[in-house]
């Protein structure tokens, strides 16, 4: 079965680090785009980051330099570092599966596996 | 950035009815434009891609359409499980994509 469960989530003070896990299994992670997405409270969803099968990464603006992805081929694992933590950053994290459909000009990406999620909150 | 905007954020409709979604591209993003059902404290859950294509094991009941700036997600006749959250999601500017601030469709 695929599937995708995310740990590490917690009570975390405001600039402190945490460091979020997403196992896989039924699939590897290196051979796929994964990607990390949260969901503050009661809000819509926000893109965090993507990690291409090739290994280059991408961030949305609101993270970058304060966040890193990267994945752990031995425990088919993702990983997302959360450093310098803002109380913007409280949400349920989820890690998903990109999948890549290639077409002629722009290839199609779409999340077609999702982790259940873990939640972050940054609070004093 | 290429935002995406829903209409209307949220609507009350009754089982069997048929209900549409509207999302509206800032620019034009061709057919790269994604479907996802949210059904409260549970992950986001897809069901069109390309903005036509059917994910597989999703009810045919529902269906995408539209191309450039403007989409529009159907659900032919709304069954009690519907009741969610829907969103839009770009990858036109892959890999920095974006969601719409989604739809509540809640029972009438």
């Known amino acids: 079965e695929v599937q995708l469960v995310e740990t590490g989530g917690g009570l975390i003070q405001p600039g402190g680090s945490l460091r979020l896990s997403c196992a896989a299994s039924g699939f590897t992670v290196s051979s796929n785009y994964m990607s990390w997405v949260r969901q503050a409270p009661g809000k819509g969803l926000e893109w965090v980051s993507v990690?291409?099968?090739?290994?280059?990464?991408y961030y949305a603006d609101s993270v970058k330099g304060r966040f890193t992805i990267s994945r752990d081929n031995s425990k088919n694992t993702l990983y997302l570092q959360m450093n310098s933590l803002r109380a913007e950053d409280t949400a349920v994290y989820y890690c998903a599966r990109d999948t890549v459909v290639p077409a002629a000009l722009v290839d199609y990406y779409y999340m077609d596996v999702w982790g259940k999620g873990t939640t972050v909150t940054v609070s004093s | 950035d290429i935002q995406m905007t829903q209409s209307p954020s949220s609507l009350s409709a009754s089982v069997g009815d048929r209900v549409t979604i509207t999302c509206r591209a800032s620019q034009s993003i061709s057919s790269y434009l994604n479907w996802y059902q949210q059904k409260p404290g549970k992950a986001p859950k897809l069901l069109i891609y390309?903005?036509?294509s059917l994910q597989s094991g999703v009810p045919s009941r529902f269906s995408g359409s539209g191309s450039g700036t403007d989409f529009t997600l159907t659900i032919s006749s709304l069954q009690p499980e519907d009741f969610a959250t829907y969103y839009c999601?770009?990858?036109?500017?892959?890999?920095?994509?974006?969601f719409g601030q989604g739809t509540k469709l809640e029972i009438k």
């Open positions: 990690i291409y099968s090739g290994g280059s990464t």
């Open positions: 999601q770009q990858s036109y500017s892959s890999p920095m994509y974006t």
């Open positions: 390309a903005a036509s």
